[in-house]
T-cell receptor
Framework: DAKTTQPPSMDCAEGRAANLPCNHS???????VYWYRQIHSQGPQYIIH???NNETNEMASLIITEDRKSSTLILPHATLRDTAVYYC??????????FGKGTRLHILP | KAGVTQTPRYLIKTRGQQVTLSCSPI?????VSWYQQTPGQGLQFLFE???????NKGNFPGRFSGRQFSNSRSEMNVSTLELGDSALYLC???????????????FGPGTRLTVL
């Protein structure tokens, strides 16, 4: 199964860029990488997605390595409201959606 | 555009009972997925429906079942409830389903089920 590996937790100072890594070494050629975040007790919120090229939207940037085996989500100017669990997701070979444990991001004032 | 809605938001049941949870997807979305979230196991995929057909199923016992109606609304049912079924049940909708292509999911607020 295509799986993702993320660090369990990270700290980032408020106002600095938060860089969240994700390893997805078994990703196949037509699978997208999605990033979601979940703020305590709420449903996950979509952040960004990508296939091969780097992507940017109003929330974040996504950097995907050329071999597509890993990616990094960048929150350019982290605020306290960015404190959440961040999930990196790819669609598995058997088509199941696997969230993994995610990274708990703590923004430090 | 209204988001994904789930009813009820909170539910308390006792062991052995059964429960039905409802999910209304975003208008125009034909795919609905269900997830169970517990502190110990995180977010786990239950099943996915597209155009009234179950496309995929996670590793859950047969007590967990679901269905999708012609208007894309979906229900999931858990029979013979166990204490371990206490969890946040999340529903997500998307326009389409499949491994290729862009398929963003929009999540509802969840139903918190407590089994006593």
């Amino acid at each position: 199964d295509a799986k993702t590996t993320q660090p369990p937790s990270m700290d980032c100072a408020e106002g600095r860029a938060a860089n969240l890594p994700c390893n997805h070494s078994t990703i196949s050629g037509n699978e997208y990488v999605y990033w979601y975040r979940q703020i305590h007790s709420q449903g996950p919120q979509y952040i960004i997605h990508g296939l091969k090229n780097n992507e940017t939207n109003e929330m974040a940037s996504l950097i995907i390595t050329e071999d597509r085996k890993s990616s990094t989500l960048i929150l350019p100017h982290a605020t306290l409201r960015d404190t959440a669990v961040y999930y990196c997701i790819v669609r598995a070979r058997d088509d199941k959606i696997i969230f993994g444990k995610g990274t708990r991001l703590h923004i430090l004032p | 555009k209204a988001g994904v809605t789930q009813t009820p938001r909170y539910l308390i049941k006792t062991r052995g009972q059964q429960v039905t949870l409802s999910c209304s997807p975003i208008s125009g979305h034909r795919s609905v997925s269900w997830y169970q979230q517990t502190p110990g196991q995180g977010l786990q995929f239950l099943f996915e429906y597209f155009s009234e057909t179950q496309r995929n199923k996670g590793n859950f016992p047969g007590r967990f079942s679901g269905r999708q109606f012609s208007n894309s609304r979906s229900e999931m049912n858990v029979s013979t409830l166990e204490l371990g079924d206490s969890a946040l049940y999340l529903c997500a909708s998307s326009r389409s389903a499949g491994t290729s292509g862009y398929n963003e999911q929009f999540f509802g607020p969840g139903t918190r089920l407590t089994v006593l």
